[in-house]
């Protein structure tokens, strides 16, 4: 990650207005995505790019590409520009767009989804990704203590379902962490 530490400093400093997720969950997304050795990754919720630059360069190590969902043009803008000027740019498809209407026109099988996006849509993101998850892929779902009261259908169903098995990780605002069993 050291090439990348410029610019994901910077963008650090913007945190609180990009809503941006910690350093420490960065670190531990791509911990997940070496650890499976993901080639496709879904990410929903992209802002100015802090988690793209995170996930792209975990990528670059397997070999995998991602696709990431804003719905705010100016923002997507934002991430293109520091994707290209830490050189991940080719690993990254940016979509703009309604995450609900994005979701649906992936074609890939995905090891890894990370929902970042509006709240209370979470349950829907999942339930059109969950078809092209594939087994023992992963899900995270951010803000989940923070903003928990805004997910209760989301929450309820992760820790409910024979589909997933799912555990809280009190990451900085609290991280839901999906295993896709079948």
Known sequence: MDQYESVLKRLEKTAIEYTNIAPENGQFLSILI???????????????????????????MTGGKLITIEFDPKRADEAFSHLTEVGLDS???????????????????????????????????????????????????????????????????????????????PLDDGIILSYKII
């Not at 992936?106 to 929902?115: A, H, M, N, R, S």
Request: with cysteine; aromatic share 8%; charged share 25%.
């Open 91 to 169: 690993i990254v498809n940016i979509r703009v767009g309604n995450a609900l209407d994005e979701i649906p026109k992936c074609k890939e099988t995905f090891d890894l989804v990370f929902l970042d996006a509006q709240k209370d849509e979470y349950k829907q993101y999942l339930d059109l990704v969950l078809p092209d998850i594939r087994k023992g892929g992963l899900i995270i779902a951010d803000d989940t203590v923070t903003m928990r009261d805004e997910m209760p259908d989301y929450v309820d169903y992760v820790f409910n379902t024979s589909t997933l098995n799912s555990v809280d990780i």
């Open 34 to 60: 070496q650890s499976i050795k993901a080639k496709n990754v879904l990410e929903v919720g992209t802002s100015n790019g802090y988690s793209t630059i995170w996930l792209a360069a975990a990528l670059k």
